[in-house]
Nanobody, 119 residues
Framework: QVQLVESGGGLVQAGGSLRLSCAAS????????VGWYRQGLGNLREVVAT???????TYADSLKGRFTASRDNAKNTMYLQMNSLKPEDTADYYC?????????????WGQGIQVTVSS
């Protein structure tokens, strides 16, 4: 089954760190940017970070300096290192990538993983 599988979420105190992973299962990353998004309770889904095939990153302005996104194309896995976490970072986090499935290129989302930051 082709899917993106996320791991690494959980509960952490303010100021702590978490590292999210998102692994493609059954297919490989296409040579497109991959992305991390989040959706807090009652909020719209927002972009957190993107990583190009070559590793160039972009971040939401409010997260620069605290979050670091990366990818390992050999492992078809993407990562989000989150440091100095704040209660307002509490949200469900989603990864997004276009995967090569046979001759097709298909957009996939991870299942979402909860990150809770306590004050």
């Amino acid at each position: 089954q082709v899917q993106l599988v996320e791991s690494g979420g959980g509960l952490v105190q303010a100021g702590g760190s978490l590292r999210l992973s998102c692994a493609a299962s059954g297919a490989a990353f296409a040579s497109n940017a991959v992305g991390w998004y989040r959706q807090g309770l009652g909020n719209l889904r927002e972009v957190v970070a993107t990583v190009s095939d070559g590793g160039r990153t972009t971040y939401a302005d409010s997260l620069k300096g605290r979050f670091t996104a990366s990818r390992d194309n050999a492992k078809n896995t993407m990562y989000l290192q989150m440091n100095s976490l704040k209660p307002e970072d509490t949200a469900d986090y989603y990864c997004n990538a276009i995967l090569r499935v046979g001759m097709d290129f298909i957009d996939y989302w991870g299942q979402g993983i909860q990150v809770t930051v306590s004050s």
